[in-house]
């Protein structure tokens, strides 16, 4: 059993900046993987940022160069960092942790956030 509890979310102008927290308790011992998606009003879930248990890190292409994932182990605790931020980046952001083997997710360890919401006025 894990738990992610997110903080950070806002309301910021076009161009500026967010930090995003997810601290995550329980058996964390079996995630090498966490996440960050996003989900705007009547558009699917999207896949945002993963980072691994190596600190290997992949972005979706619409924000590659803007947000930056990364984790403090002792924290157990995940970070989006989000830069230059555009209307276009509003949305619910989720925090996800679960575990791959050899590229292939373990159905039974699949977690996720509450939510927090990101919006960008411009």
């Known amino acids: 059993q894990v738990q992610l509890v997110e903080s950070g979310g806002g309301l910021v102008q076009a161009g500026g900046s967010l930090r995003l927290s997810c601290a995550a308790s329980?058996?964390?011992?079996?995630?090498?993987?966490m996440a960050w998606y996003r989900q705007a009003p009547g558009k699917q879930r999207e896949l945002v940022a993963v980072?691994?248990?190596?600190?290997?890190?992949n972005y979706t292409d619409s924000v590659k160069g803007r947000f930056t994932i990364s984790r403090d182990n002792t924290k157990n605790t995940v970070y989006l960092q989000m830069n230059s931020l555009k209307p276009q980046d509003t949305a619910v952001y989720y925090c996800h942790a679960g575990r791959t083997i050899w590229g292939v997710p373990d159905p039974e360890s699949d977690y996720w956030g509450q939510g927090t919401q990101v919006t960008v006025s411009s």
């Open positions: 980072i691994t248990s190596g600190l290997s890190t």
């Open positions: 329980g058996n964390i011992f079996s995630i090498n993987a």
